[in-house]
């Protein structure tokens, strides 16, 4: 059955892809942005989370809605205001959602909304299934208060769906183009130690998860949006070295460094996030990349 689906994040790494991969499936697709701008294969309405202002338009007919919408975490320097504004852009944004839908008894059944594997903060080698606890630190308290404002939709019966998403692989943008960019300049090192555990997940893998919420309505609370292997930063570099025909120089890059280069920011390049996708595969999800190996051989063809 085809949906009218409101995506919010549309112009972002997931969202772009997204939207065409919806739309080709046969579904109706309005997007939620801050500016006018034209998407194709789209309807264009506008929002400002920080002013809590939404063109309620947008919830014409829609009976699905994707949420993507949050400030980069990694893009500036973590002031104080700069978390502040990482916190809203995602808990303001869903507090606007569902006051929308409340406003216009719109005919939303289903909240499918991305989510981050840094719920879980830094946890060593502990194997993470979905059930476990919420971390320490700001990454683990700002995804904690994402969820809680997702989860509201469960009172007025919304099926709720949460990808907590790793570090994507995609060519030439996200983390991945981050991190290749000193190895292409013959700079490559691991991080800190190099033994903590990078949860990564291929690009059409993320695309066709959230797809597959959309169509299964078998789907239902938290998944953890990560391949089934995870690697070490260090055997992430090597890999991807690998594929640029670069070194790796036998050093670390001592966390001091990293700090001094990144602030309290530099936490997202240390933390070990060990996630299971064992509930994913129990629902029946195919993952088109499973090994590290073929998802880099892919991106770098």
């Not at 080709?24 to 034209?38: D, E, F, M, Q």
């Not at 709720?160 to 991945?176: D, Q, Y």
């Not at 959309?214 to 594929?243: D, M, Q, S, W």
């Amino acid at each position: 059955m085809k949906k009218q689906i409101l995506i919010t994040g549309a112009t972002g790494m997931i969202g772009k892809k997204l939207v065409q991969a919806l739309h080709s499936a046969g579904h109706s697709i309005a997007v939620l942005s801050r500016k006018s701008t034209p998407i194709k294969n789209a309807k264009v309405y506008t929002w400002d989370v920080y002013k809590q202002e939404i063109d309620l338009n947008c919830m014409n007919g829609v009976d699905t809605i994707i949420h993507l919408a949050g400030e980069s975490v990694a893009e500036k320097k973590w002031t104080k205001e700069r978390k502040q504004q990482i916190i809203d852009s995602r808990v303001l944004s869903t507090q606007l959602l569902y006051k929308a839908i409340n406003e216009t008894a719109a005919p939303v059944k289903n909240m499918i909304s991305a989510s981050a594997a840094g719920y879980y903060g830094d946890r060593e080698e502990e194997i993470l299934i979905e059930e476990a606890a919420a971390g320490t630190g700001f990454l683990a308290h700002c995804t904690k208060l994402w969820e809680e404002a997702v989860d509201q939709g469960r009172s007025v019966g919304l099926r709720i769906v949460k990808f907590r998403i790793g570090f994507i692989l995609g060519k030439g943008e996200g983390a991945l183009a981050s991190l290749d960019k000193p190895i292409r300049f013959f700079a490559g090192a691991p991080l800190g130690s190099g033994k903590q555990w990078i949860p990564w997940v291929h690009i059409d893998d993320i695309i066709a998860m959230f797809q597959t919420a959309v169509e299964n309505p078998v789907y239902e609370g938290t998944y953890n949006a990560c391949a089934p292997f995870p690697v070490t930063n260090k055997t992430l570099t090597k890999a991807i070295a690998a594929r640029l025909s670069r070194p790796v120089w036998p050093i670390h890059v001592p966390e001091k460094v990293l700090e001094m280069i990144l602030g309290k920011m530099s936490v997202v390049t240390l933390m070990s996030t060990n996630t299971s996708a064992q509930k994913l595969l129990d629902a029946g999800f195919t993952f088109k990349y499973t090994q590290l190996d073929s998802a880099l051989t892919d991106i770098y063809k």
